[in-house]
């Protein structure tokens, strides 16, 4: 993983240089981006989130429980999405239908450009506290050039 490669990095609402998925090689802060643990994937063989989850000394019960107290504090629970909470969508800009309908429905009196601003503000809050749960010190030193950004 390379710290803050500009080919990694998205200017998204209410994250500048926002990382892209993990899965696409993004920094470390791209696991907020990342799906619920245990479950099939379409593309998996392109998930990084487990090997990089492993390089971080962070386990998948640890990243699940980090993911669902964030989804609990935040209100973001929701039996629209695919794993049952906001916590665990993508980046996708463009949209996608399960992510923006729960958006929508949690913040009812927002436009579609409020609720987005929002939610990518969330998602690098989560983004932090993944990070702040760091335990492999070979890694502690990449880890703490990106909790600098925040």
Not at 2 to 12: S, Y
Not at 117 to 143: D, F, G
Request: net charge positive; with cysteine.
């Amino acid at each position: 993983m390379t710290v803050l490669d500009p080919e990694k990095l998205r200017d998204i609402p209410g994250w500048k240089d926002a990382p892209i998925h993990i899965c696409m090689d993004a920094d470390y802060r791209g696991l907020t981006f990342c799906c619920k643990p245990g479950y099939s994937l379409t593309f998996a063989f392109k998930c990084k989130r487990d090997e990089t989850l492993n390089q971080l000394g962070i386990s998948q019960e640890e990243f699940t429980a980090i993911k669902e107290k964030f989804s609990k504090d935040n209100d973001w629970d929701s039996e629209l999405t695919c794993f049952g909470s906001l916590s665990y969508c993508c980046m996708r800009r463009d949209g996608c239908p399960k992510r923006d309908a729960a958006l929508e429905k949690r913040y009812p009196r927002q436009s579609r450009e409020e609720y987005m601003k929002i939610y990518y503000l969330k998602k690098k809050e989560l983004s932090k506290i993944i990070l702040e749960a760091v335990k492999n010190p070979r890694v502690k030193k990449q880890v703490n050039i990106l909790l600098d950004l925040f």
